[in-house]
C-alpha cells in the first residue's frame, strides 16, 4: 500500500531472508544522504552511520551504454560513512576505470588497510569483455567477476528491505505524483523489468530463486541510437531534457485523429496513440527531418519505447501472476514522462490490479549487488523509529517531482543512529 507520510521501516528482519554471501556491511540507521548532487541526475549517497568496519572492494557493472561504480568512504569527522554511486559512458571506459585507479590509490593513502586484498567486483556483459583491460590497468587489484542477473536481485533486495524512501509509485494524476512504499520484508514474488541497452525481465520467488522469464531488444540502447541518428543531442541526458520540451501529438498519430473522439466501446481515449510516428508519413510527400521538431521526435520516440516496455511487463506478470513490478536500469532517471508512461500501461492493462515500482538508485542495482556479495551481510536487529514525516514539496507541474525530492535538505535516520 503506498503511503505520503513516513513509510514503516523493518522491525525484525530474519537473517535467511537474504543470501548468505552478502558483505559485512552494518546498515543499522541506513539512509539516503542529504547532501546536494551535482547534477539532474546524479545519484545520492547512501548513509551508513554504523559502518566502522574496513571496506576493501569497489564494484562495477558495465552495461552496453553505462557503466556503474559503487564504493564505500568512511566520515572523517564522524562514525560511519556513505556508499557512492557514480556512471560513465562504457564508450569511455578508460575514465572509468581510471575512476577506479583514483579511489584504489586514495584508498591506500587514507587508510591503514593492513594488507587487506583489495578486490574489484565486476557484473555485466563488460565483466567478460574488460576483465584482461581492467586486470592490466589495475595491478595489485584482484577483479572477480559477477553474475549479473544475481547481482541485480541482490542489490534490489537491499534497497527495498533495507533503505528507507527508496521504492515508490508515479502518478501525474495525482496531485503528489511520488508515493513512498514501506518498507517490507514480504516482497515476494515480484518481477524485475531491468532496462538497460536491452530489456531483461526476470521473476524472483525467493532470495536465491530467479528466472529470466523475457526480454526485449527494444529498451535504453534502441531510443538513444535513434535519438543521436535524429536529434542533434549529445547524451543520454541531453535526449530526456529534450523530450520533455516536445509535443508527440504532432509526430503521433492519435485515436482521435482516426476516430474524432474518444473510442468508448473499446476504452480507447482520443489522446491514445495509435500509430507511433503515424503523421510522419504522407503518400506521395517526401517528408525531411527538418519538417518535425527534435523535442516531438524525441517525445514521441520515448513514449513509443516506454510503451512498448510496459505492455511487454504486464503480458509476463500476467501470465506468471505478479502484482509486484519493479523497473530498474539507468534508462528511467528518474523521468516523470517515462515513469507515467510505464504506470498508465501497467495500470491501464492489469485495470489497477498490478503495480509499477520505482527505485532512487535503480541503475545501480547490478553494481551496488556485486558489491554486496564481497562477503556475508551481518543483519542488524532494530527497530526503527522516526521523529519526521516527509512529504516532497508539492509542485506547479507533476514533472519537478522527483527534483524536488533530490533537492530536499532532509536525512532520515534511525533513532539508534550515532
Not at 518481477?191 to 526485449?216: A, Y
Not at 516536445?246 to 480507447?268: A, E, F, M, P, T
Not at 511487463?313 to 502484482?323: C, F, S, V
Not at 519493479?326 to 504506470?343: A, D, K, Q, W
Amino acid at each position: 500500500m503506498t503511503t505520503t507520510s513516513s513509510p514503516t521501516p523493518p522491525t525484525q528482519i530474519q537473517p535467511s531472508f537474504l543470501p548468505s554471501y552478502y558483505l559485512t556491511m552494518n546498515v543499522l540507521g541506513a539512509s539516503v544522504s542529504e547532501a546536494a548532487t551535482f547534477g539532474a541526475h546524479e545519484t545520492r549517497d547512501i548513509v551508513l552511520p554504523n559502518q566502522t568496519e574496513h571496506v576493501s572492494q569497489i564494484a562495477v557493472d558495465i552495461g552496453g551504454s553505462l557503466a556503474k561504480i559503487v564504493y564505500f568512504t568512511s566520515s572523517v569527522d564522524r562514525k560511519g560513512g556513505r556508499l557512492h554511486f557514480k556512471k560513465f559512458e562504457t564508450e569511455k571506459i578508460d575514465d572509468c576505470i581510471d575512476f577506479i585507479a583514483e579511489l584504489v590509490e586514495d584508498s591506500r593513502h587514507l587508510t591503514d588497510y593492513n594488507g587487506h586484498e583489495q578486490v574489484l567486483k565486476a557484473t555485466g556483459g563488460g565483466a567478460h569483455l574488460y576483465h584482461e583491460k581492467l586486470s592490466k590497468r589495475l595491478p595489485g587489484i584482484v577483479v572477480q567477476k559477477e553474475d549479473e542477473m544475481e547481482c541485480l536481485i541482490n542489490g534490489l533486495n537491499f534497497f527495498i528491505t533495507e533503505i528507507p524512501y527508496e521504492a515508490f509509485t508515479y502518478n501525474e494524476d495525482d496531485p503528489n505524483p511520488m508515493q513512498f512504499e514501506e518498507t517490507t520484508q514480504d516482497v515476494y514474488p515480484y518481477m524485475l523489468v531491468n532496462i538497460g541497452s536491452g530489456v531483461s525481465i526476470l521473476k524472483v520467488t525467493g532470495p536465491d530463486q530467479f528466472v529470466r522469464i523475457s526480454g526485449t531488444s527494444l529498451g535504453g540502447g534502441t531510443l538513444w541510437g535513434l535519438l543521436s541518428l535524429l536529434t542533434n543531442a549529445k547524451n543520454f541526458d541531453d535526449m530526456l531534457e529534450l523530450s520533455q520540451k516536445g509535443d508527440n501529438r504532432n509526430v503521433d498519430l492519435l485515436v482521435g485523429d482516426i476516430y474524432g473522439s474518444d473510442y468508448s466501446k473499446l476504452g480507447l481515449k482520443a489522446s491514445r496513440i495509435a500509430s507511433s510516428f503515424g503523421k510522419v508519413f504522407k503518400q506521395g510527400i517526401r517528408q525531411s527531418q527538418d519538417s518535425f521538431s527534435q523535442a516531438d521526435i524525441s517525445k514521441s520516440l520515448l513514449f513509443m519505447v516506454s510503451n512498448n516496455i510496459g505492455q511487454i511487463a504486464y503480458l509476463n506478470a500476467q501470465q506468471h501472476g505478479l502484482k509486484r513490478i519493479y523497473f530498474g536500469g539507468c534508462f528511467i532517471r528518474g523521468h516523470p514522462i517515462t515513469m507515467n508512461t510505464l504506470s498508465y500501461a501497467i495500470n491501464f492493462w492489469s485495470q489497477g490490479e498490478m503495480k509499477a515500482l520505482f527505485l532512487r538508485h535503480e541503475g545501480h542495482l547490478g553494481a551496488t549487488g556485486a558489491f554486496l556479495k564481497h562477503k556475508p551481510i551481518r543483519k542488524a536487529r532494530h527497530s526503527f523509529s522516526y521523529s519526521e514525516n516527509f512529504r516532497p514539496g508539492i509542485v506547479a507541474t507533476p514533472s519537478g517531482v522527483y527534483d524536488v525530492l533530490e533537492k530536499t535538505k532532509l536525512e532520515l535516520r534511525s533513532d539508534d543512529a550515532i
